[in-house]
């Protein structure tokens, strides 16, 4: 298999790291993560992960609290889901980094993006946490910003859906699944699939993003390869 793309960032989420517990960390789930990262990096893809952290802690969770308390600790709940998935990999032998918008030195390196491009450089794969470091940001934003940054041919993000749909399909059985869709009807309708601080950055930037469920077989190596799955979602009409 050969891949469509040299340079991808994933977003994974939290929730479906979690599995069908819904909270926490299910280590089949990262392991199956794992061998299909694995996969494509032997095809010689570069390689960045920003993952959610909603299997631990979500802003809006802290209904009393300070938003921007409340987000940060979002963001620290990224961090541990990123160190547990730069442990699986690099006891697959694949060296990893995690690069944190919040300055934590004792854990992981501060986010840089010349030192995040030497890495690719150098073969590593680069794990980005806590967001963009700022409050009223969704992990959403952070990847979309993060795909402009290094310049990634494609934003992939990985859901606990197969898709983006015109409803919540959890609460309309007869929700319509989009194949294709484009920044402006994702902006203009209030798809919530996909924040429009994200949406926006990436129609800026032509960054197509392809959202899929990461339940299914294969699914990341698939998307890698070139093989419509889920919904795309780009400028072109």
Known sequence: MQPKYKRVLIKLSGEALAGPDGH????????KVVDQIEAIKKMGVEIALVIGG???WRGRQGK???????DHMGMLATVMNSLAMMDALEQRGMPTRVQTALIMTSVAEPYILRKALSHFEKGRIVIMACGTGNPYC???????????EIQADV?????????IY?????LNPAAKKYDHINYIDIIKNGIKAMDATAATMCMENNIPVIAFGLDEPDSIVRVVCGERLGTVIDNNR
């Open 24 to 31: 926490g960390l299910n280590e089949n789930v990262i392991a």
């Open 54 to 56: 909603g299997n631990f």
């Open 64 to 70: 009393k609290m300070d938003r921007t308390t409340a």
């Open 138 to 148: 969704s992990t959403d934003t952070a990847a979309a910003q993060r795909a402009c």
């Open 155 to 163: 934003l992939m993000m990985a859901k606990n859906i197969d898709g």
């Open 166 to 170: 015109d409803s919540d399909p959890k």
